[in-house]
């Protein structure tokens, strides 16, 4: 693996978007914490949140296995000539950690990392929603990051602390090297036709458990 590091962390709380009395559906009103302001300096990472963050939709997004949401830099080069957008910032996907060294192919679920204080796993993948659709103006914006699958994934918080941008993001221990988050969102995915792979995925206990659920759900 790379050396690995946080590039940038952003954060932002739910705000209402849009406009009530309309039917055009790309201008109605919807609430989102999508949208994330880089910080500088220490921010206190805690069991569910980054000081200053909040998500809008808690059934889906949040809580104490996805406390953090991360995104490779590697892959703004490709998005930002897709969709010719050069002024995309770091945090355009909503993600909290922008990390550099890290890729859904290398790092796996499971995975212990120590960042500033802070110590995280990874959780399971991200499942890239229709706000990020909303948030830039494209349609097929969420599908096709997920055909790509540049989706990014959850950290969860094992210890507490200060992070910051800078902060340098080193493997402390790989239980299950067997399952990438490549791998498991490709499982996700195909897991009404892969049932064997979807029922070995869901006995990792690493993987958060609404994941484990739902990988059962079909077995």
């Not at 949040?62 to 830099?73: F, L, M």
């Not at 060294?101 to 790092?107: A, F, I, K, T």
């Not at 490549?182 to 206990?205: F, H, M, V, W």
Request: net charge neutral; charged share 25%.
């Amino acid at each position: 693996m790379r050396e690995a590091g946080i590039l940038s962390i952003q954060v932002g709380l739910p705000k209402k978007l849009g406009e009530v009395e309309t039917t055009d559906f790309s201008r109605k009103s919807w609430v989102s914490g999508i949208f994330k302001t880089e910080v500088c300096g220490p921010v206190w990472l805690g069991k569910c949140n980054l000081d200053g963050d909040a998500q809008a939709d808690l059934s889906v997004h949040g809580g104490p296995h996805k406390a953090v949401n991360v995104y490779p830099s590697e892959h703004y080069p490709y998005w930002k000539q897709e969709f010719a957008m050069h002024d995309m910032p770091y945090g355009a996907f909503g993600e909290n950690f922008t990390t550099r060294g890290l890729r859904e192919d290398e790092v796996c679920i499971g995975d212990v990392f120590k960042t500033g204080d802070a110590v995280v796993q990874v959780s399971q993948p991200r499942q890239p929603c229709w706000k990020i659709d909303r948030r830039w103006g494209v349609k097929d914006f969420s599908l096709r990051v997920k055909q790509a699958g540049k989706t990014g994934w959850y950290f969860r918080v094992l210890q507490e602390g200060y992070v910051e941008a800078g902060n340098a993001i080193v493997l402390l221990e790989r239980p299950f090297p067997q399952w990438t988050v490549a791998g498991a969102y490709y499982i996700r995915c195909n897991r009404k036709t892969d049932s064997e792979a979807a029922r070995a995925l869901s006995q990792c206990p690493a993987l958060s458990p609404r994941w484990q659920e739902d990988l059962s759900s079909v077995i």
